[in-house]
């Protein structure tokens, strides 16, 4: 939790109690005002107006490749010929003869 006051001549940010690593923070009023103005102007841009929603689009466009990848490769091992228990051995032996050549 952190504690925000405002006084006439700047903005202070107060450490949470308990938090030993947050330094406790003062910006004068022209500081904290040129910030707030960078900030509404970044925030403004498309690049950066989005990119929340397009990295966990991305995140969840990866997800569902990686899930379609791993039906298929799943399918591939119960469906691929060279899998099945009853041509394992021929397969065996062609490839021993194959490396011997």
């Keep these: 939790m952190v504690h925000v006051s405002k006084p006439p001549k700047g903005h202070f ?11 406790t923070e ?3 009023l022209s500081e904290w ?9 970044l925030t403004s841009m498309k690049f950066f107006k989005h990119y929340l929603i397009g990295k966990v689009f991305s995140l969840w466009k990866g997800n569902v490749r990686f899930k379609m990848y791993n039906r298929t490769r799943q399918n591939l091992a119960r469906n ?3 899998t099945r228990p009853a041509f394992l051995q021929s397969f065996m032996d062609i490839n021993k003869t194959l490396y011997e050549m």
Excluded: C, E, R, Y
């Design 13 to 23: 940010h107060v450490k949470v109690p308990g938090d030993d690593n947050a330094p």
């Design 26 to 28: 003062f910006l004068s």
């Design 33 to 41: 005002m040129q910030q707030s103005t960078m900030f509404n102007v």
């Design 80 to 82: 691929l010929i060279q």
